[in-house]
């Protein structure tokens, strides 16, 4: 992908969102995550056909390896 800040070296981050939205649409539960991720689908203005934007790149990658996030086990029903 590239530095989507700067137009000419968008294109490769902005077809990447661009394929996510297609799969969204075709039913997949999408999930991006990180700050500058969440950015770059912003610029793109596709922020609202993604299935989830998370600015916690970390805590995405770890909630999608199966760890237990202090912050959702305390939402839980026990």
């Not at 590239?2 to 997949?28: N, Q, S």
């Not at 203005?45 to 993604?50: F, S, Y």
């Not at 989830?52 to 996030?69: D, Q, Y």
């Given at each position: 992908?590239?530095v989507?800040?700067?137009?000419?070296?968008?294109?490769?981050?902005?077809?990447?969102a661009?394929?996510?939205?297609k799969?969204?649409?075709?039913?997949?539960?999408?999930i991006?995550?990180?700050?500058?991720?969440a950015a770059?689908?912003?610029?793109?203005?596709?922020?609202?056909?993604?299935?989830?934007i998370?600015?916690g790149?970390?805590?995405s990658?770890?909630?999608?390896?199966?760890?237990?996030?202090?912050?959702?086990?305390?939402?839980?029903?026990?």
């Amino acid at each position: 992908m590239g530095v989507f800040e700067v137009d000419k070296f968008a294109t490769g981050t902005i077809k990447i969102a661009e394929e996510l939205v297609k799969i969204t649409k075709k039913g997949a539960t999408t999930i991006v995550g990180g700050g500058d991720t969440a950015a770059a689908v912003a610029k793109a203005g596709l922020e609202d056909k993604l299935s989830h934007i998370s600015t916690g790149g970390g805590a995405s990658l770890e909630f999608l390896e199966g760890k237990v996030l202090p912050g959702v086990a305390a939402l839980t029903n026990k």
